[in-house]
C-alpha cells in the first residue's frame, strides 16, 4: 500500500518511537495525525504534513475525535499506528507487600485498552474508504515489546500489557479481513528513546552488551523503518514480528 495522500494517526506520536513513525510516514508523503498527552505535544518538533491533537487514548471520545480529525484532512484514513505506552517497575511481592493494583490497572489501561479502543475506532473509519487493490483499506500496526515473551523481574504489568498486544494480532487480523484491514505488531528490544536519556553511559553499554547483533540499542528511526515496509508490504498480516537484534532478555 502507497502512504502517498492517505491519511495516518500515530498513537505517542510526539516522541520515541511514535515521533520516528510520525517523521517517516509524513516524508512517505502521509499526512498524519499524531496522538499524544498536551504536555508531550507542547515540546515536540512540529512538522508539515503533521497534526497534533491532545488525546487519552483510553478515552473514546477523545480519540473519535482525532479519528475525525484524519478522516477531516479529506484524504483517505488508511494507517494507524499504536506507539502510546508507559511501563513501570513492580515485582508481584516486594518487600513492601503486594503489587499495587492500580498501578497495574494503569499500565494494562493504557498499553492495552489504548491500543484496543485505537484499533476498534481506527479501524471503522478505514472500513469506510474505497477498496484498494485486492480490496485492501488498510493497515494497523501495534506495538508490544519483547517483555511480552520474556518479561523481566518487576515487569509483570509491562509484560501481561504487552502479552495481551501480542494476543489481540491474530483475532484481530481475523476479525478485519473482511473489511481488507491488515493487523501487524512489532515487538521492540531495548530501544534508544528518550526513555533512556538520562541513562549513564556505562549502563547503556551493559544494555548493548547484551544484545547478540548488532551489539547497540535499537534505533527509533529502525522502528519507523519497518512500520513503512509493514505498510507497503500486503501480505505481512495478523504476525508479531521482534525487532531486537536477537536478544532474548534475561530474569533480570
Do not use: W
Amino acid at each position: 500500500m502507497d502512504t502517498t495522500d492517505v491519511a495516518a494517526i500515530v498513537t505517542g506520536g510526539a516522541s520515541g518511537l511514535g515521533g520516528a513513525a510520525v517523521r517517516r510516514l509524513a516524508a512517505d508523503g502521509a499526512h498524519v495525525i499524531a496522538i499524544d498527552l498536551p504536555k508531550a505535544i507542547d515540546t515536540a518538533e512540529k512538522l508539515e504534513r503533521v497534526d497534533y491533537i491532545p488525546a487519552d487514548v483510553t478515552d473514546g471520545d477523545q480519540v473519535q475525535a482525532a479519528v475525525e480529525a484524519a478522516v477531516g484532512t479529506g484524504l483517505p484514513l488508511r494507517i494507524a499506528v499504536n506507539c502510546a505506552g508507559i511501563g513501570t517497575a513492580g515485582r508481584l511481592l516486594g518487600k513492601k507487600g503486594p503489587h499495587d493494583l492500580a498501578v497495574f490497572n494503569q499500565v494494562v489501561g493504557v498499553n492495552l485498552v489504548g491500543t484496543f479502543n485505537v484499533m476498534r475506532l481506527a479501524s471503522a473509519a478505514i472500513a469506510q474508504t474505497e477498496p484498494l487493490d485486492d480490496g485492501a483499506r488498510g493497515v494497523v500496526v501495534n506495538t508490544a515489546s519483547v517483555a511480552a515473551f520474556e518479561g523481566q523481574i518487576g515487569q509483570i504489568a509491562y509484560a501481561a500489557s504487552k502479552g495481551g498486544v501480542v494476543g489481540m494480532t491474530v483475532p484481530a487480523a481475523r476479525d478485519l479481513a473482511q473489511y481488507g484491514i491488515r493487523v501487524m505488531t512489532v515487538a521492540p528490544g531495548i530501544i534508544d528513546t528518550p526513555m533512556l536519556a538520562g541513562v549513564e553511559e556505562s549502563f547503556r553499554a551493559k544494555l548493548a552488551e547484551g544484545v547478540p547483533f548488532p551489539q547497540r540499542l535499537g534505533r527509533p528511526d529502525e522502528y519507523a523503518q519497518l512500520v513503512a515496509m509493514i505498510v507497503e508490504h500486503d501480505y505481512l498480516n495478523g504476525e508479531v514480528i521482534r525487532f531486537d537484534g536477537a536478544l532474548r532478555m534475561q530474569p533480570r
